[in-house]
Each structure stands twice: as structure tokens, then as C-alpha cells.
């Protein structure tokens, strides 16, 4: 299975981005990773097989994950972006299991892509 992301760049602060991540496979737990210089990498949000989603407090309300079962695509949308959302971000996927925000968990990755939101 591979992942593929994409949708990052440059955008102020205030201003939305949509990262999107296409898989080559099935998973049962397709999960948003970031991670920021010098930091371990962060749990963002995930959605699990049945719909149900979970979110780090930080972007709840401002991110939305949502998937295109058809497309076998995940998406994450990032409103109201903020100078501390700068990161490369990530999409990950599992085979099983519940959603967990443990990055050892997940059996997937994709290649990251950068988001700067500037000030």
C-alpha cells in the first residue's frame, strides 16, 4: 500500500489550505500527522472506517477530516490557519484497530508535504 500526499504551500495566517492523501489500498484507520522543526512528530486528526473522527484539541473546529470512499482519498481542510500550524504533515493509515494518536500504531506513510502559514 502507498500513500501519496499533496495540497501544501505557503498561506497567511487567517487563510485555509485542503491537503489531500491517496492511497493504493484499503485501511481500516486513515490518520494526519505534523510535524514541526525540532519537534516530535503530532497527531492531528483521524478517521476511522465507520465515519467516526477524532482531532488534537488544538485544531478542533478549525480542521475537518473527511475521505471520498470512491476516490480511496482522505482529506484534512485547515480553516483559520494559524503561525503554529507550520509543519510538514503527513498521512498515515492502518490495517486495524481503533483509532489511536501513537505514530508507532499505524502500518503506513505517505511523504509529508509542507504547510507555512505566515503571520
Known amino acids: 500500500v502507498q500513500l501519496q500526499a499533496s495540497g501544501g504551500g505557503l498561506v497567511q495566517a487567517g487563510g485555509s489550505l485542503r491537503l489531500s492523501c491517496a492511497a493504493s489500498g484499503s485501511m481500516y484507520v486513515r490518520a494526519w500527522f505534523r510535524q514541526a522543526p525540532g519537534k516530535e512528530r503530532e497527531f492531528v486528526a483521524a478517521?476511522?472506517?465507520?465515519?467516526?473522527?477524532v482531532y488534537v484539541d488544538s485544531v478542533k473546529g478549525r480542521f475537518t477530516i473527511s475521505r471520498d470512499t470512491a476516490k480511496n482519498t482522505v482529506y484534512l481542510q485547515m480553516n483559520s490557519l494559524k503561525p503554529e500550524d507550520t509543519a510538514v504533515y503527513y498521512c498515515?493509515?492502518?490495517?486495524?484497530?481503533?483509532?489511536?494518536?501513537?505514530?508507532?500504531?499505524?502500518?503506513?506513510w505517505g511523504q509529508g508535504t509542507q504547510v507555512t502559514v505566515s503571520s
Open positions: 478517521i476511522r472506517s465507520d465515519g467516526s473522527t
Open positions: 498515515a493509515g492502518a490495517r486495524a484497530g481503533g483509532i489511536t494518536r501513537s505514530p508507532g500504531m499505524y502500518d503506513y
